[in-house]
């Protein structure tokens, strides 16, 4: 009996282990909880309207001379586009996920390493923390054992407890991007920040601008009545603008400085008291200009996960199709003793013979039709 074995090929993403979403057939990912950065996108949106319906339709009316007020929507155009395409770019983008380690790599793993001498360190569910040390443009790096994944964190990696996976150059799980911000995406969420931060100031000041024009025509009361949107854009702008450049400015100083927002957090490069100041091993150069082109346009690393890369999968259905298979293999060979007789009894007869049984089926076949 021959068996025929159907191989279905799917993505990897479809079993891919973390709490991550995809979209878009793998090429969009995202946290489970994404649902704020649709409302930063709805912000933004609605932010872009109003001013290309009020503030700006009114700037290209009253700047004189005419014709110079067209370049109020464009400057706002351009900051819509940008603020967009960086969140949703940070938002949907592969962070830098470190792929999990196999069952043989597991094992290998565990026998690397040691525990941490001091004993007051600890892993996940309290067992021993587990170290290796590596050296770091000449500086000593401790590695860390991550249980979950499996692997040995490589240098500045950590373990998100929301994505449930580990990343490579770990900042933070940022809840306004929908997604963790590390090594892949930094450069997005930074650019994101900064354009926001310019563009909330600009419409701003354009709103002030409407309202000093319309005052100086009308009064301020008329102004107020007549342009409520620029008052509403106003307030909602800057409470953007507080809480954006606020950050803004911080990932500045860090990208001076060359240390994540995790490292910060952590003191990993903050001298203690009693001991010496631990320096810095990612530190290049002490150009702060140099240190922005390696972190906003220095080379893209690509994804390590192959979350698109196609994986072979023997389901359910291959043994329904093989059972199948099987059964009409069986029924065909149960047919072959009446078919052998049939041919017996037919090559029994002489050739001169075999018309004359072929006219008798035919007459006893016509006779059960008049019958009928």
């Given at each position: 009996?021959?068996?025929y074995t159907?191989?279905?090929?799917?993505?990897?993403?479809?079993d891919?282990q973390?709490?991550n979403?995809?979209?878009?057939?793998g090429?969009?990912i995202?946290?489970?909880?994404?649902?704020?950065?649709?409302?930063?996108?709805?912000?933004?949106l609605?932010?872009a309207?109003?001013y290309?319906?009020?503030?700006?339709?009114?700037?290209?009316?009253?700047?004189r001379?005419?014709?110079?007020?067209?370049?109020?929507?464009?400057?706002?155009?351009?900051?819509?586009?940008?603020?967009?395409?960086?969140?949703l770019?940070?938002?949907?983008?592969?962070?830098?996920i470190?792929?999990?380690?196999h069952?043989d790599?597991?094992?290998?793993?565990?026998?690397?390493?040691?525990e941490d001498?001091?004993?007051?360190?600890?892993g996940?569910?309290?067992?021993p923390?587990r170290?290796?040390?590596?050296?770091?443009?000449?500086?000593?790096?401790k590695?860390?054992?991550c249980?979950t994944?499996?692997?040995?964190?490589?240098?500045r990696?950590?373990?998100?407890?929301?994505?449930?996976?580990?990343?490579e150059?770990?900042d933070?799980?940022?809840?306004?991007?929908?997604?963790?911000?590390?090594?892949r995406?930094?450069?997005?969420?930074y650019?994101?920040?900064?354009?926001?931060?310019?563009?909330?100031v600009?419409?701003?000041?354009?709103?002030?601008?409407?309202?000093?024009?319309?005052?100086?025509?009308?009064g301020?009361?008329?102004?107020?009545?007549?342009?409520?949107?620029?008052?509403?854009?106003?307030?909602?702008?800057?409470?953007?603008?507080?809480s954006?450049?606020?950050?803004?400015?911080?990932?500045t100083?860090?990208?001076?400085?060359?240390?994540?927002?995790?490292e910060?957090?952590?003191?990993s490069?903050r001298?203690?008291?009693?001991?010496?100041?631990a320096?810095?091993p990612?530190?290049?150069?002490r150009?702060?200009?140099?240190?922005f082109?390696i972190?906003?346009?220095?080379p893209?690393?690509?994804?390590?996960?192959?979350?698109?890369?196609?994986v072979?999968?023997?389901?359910?259905?291959?043994?329904?199709?093989?059972t199948?298979?099987?059964?009409?293999?069986a029924?065909?060979?149960s047919?072959?003793?009446?078919?052998s007789?049939?041919?017996?009894?037919?090559?029994s007869?002489p050739?001169?013979?075999?018309?004359?049984?072929?006219?008798?089926?035919?007459?006893?076949?016509?006779?059960?039709?008049?019958?009928?």
């Amino acid at each position: 009996m021959v068996k025929y074995t159907l191989v279905m090929a799917k993505r990897r993403w479809n079993d891919f282990q973390g709490n991550n979403r995809f979209f878009c057939d793998g090429r969009l990912i995202t946290a489970r909880q994404f649902g704020i950065l649709v409302f930063v996108v709805i912000v933004i949106l609605v932010i872009a309207v109003l001013y290309l319906a009020f503030d700006a339709r009114f700037l290209v009316l009253n700047i004189r001379p005419i014709g110079v007020g067209v370049i109020f929507p464009v400057i706002g155009i351009a900051f819509m586009f940008y603020s967009l395409a960086y969140v949703l770019k940070a938002g949907c983008t592969d962070p830098g996920i470190v792929p999990r380690a196999h069952r043989d790599e597991e094992t290998y793993n565990l026998t690397l390493g040691a525990e941490d001498s001091s004993g007051t360190a600890k892993g996940y569910l309290g067992t021993p923390a587990r170290y290796r040390t590596v050296t770091v443009n000449g500086i000593q790096i401790k590695l860390k054992y991550c249980v979950t994944c499996k692997l040995w964190r490589p240098p500045r990696a950590s373990h998100c407890g929301l994505c449930n996976n580990c990343f490579e150059q770990f900042d933070h799980h940022c809840p306004w991007v929908g997604n963790c911000v590390a090594k892949r995406n930094y450069r997005y969420f930074y650019l994101f920040l900064v354009t926001m931060t310019i563009g909330t100031v600009y419409v701003m000041g354009c709103n002030v601008a409407v309202i000093v024009i319309a005052s100086k025509q009308q009064g301020f009361l008329y102004a107020i009545k007549t342009y409520p949107a620029s008052i509403i854009e106003f307030c909602v702008s800057g409470l953007g603008a507080i809480s954006v450049s606020g950050l803004a400015m911080m990932h500045t100083w860090l990208i001076a400085r060359m240390e994540t927002t995790n490292e910060e957090m952590k003191g990993s490069f903050r001298s203690r008291p009693g001991e010496e100041s631990a320096l810095n091993p990612y530190v290049t150069s002490r150009n702060c200009f140099e240190n922005f082109c390696i972190v906003v346009c220095g080379p893209f690393t690509p994804s390590l996960i192959g979350r698109r890369d196609e994986v072979d999968v023997e389901g359910s259905v291959l043994e329904e199709e093989c059972t199948y298979g099987a059964t009409t293999q069986a029924e065909k060979t149960s047919d072959l003793p009446a078919q052998s007789t049939e041919l017996e009894r037919r090559s029994s007869h002489p050739p001169e013979d075999q018309s004359v049984i072929v006219s008798a089926e035919v007459h006893s076949e016509r006779q059960q039709l008049i019958t009928d």
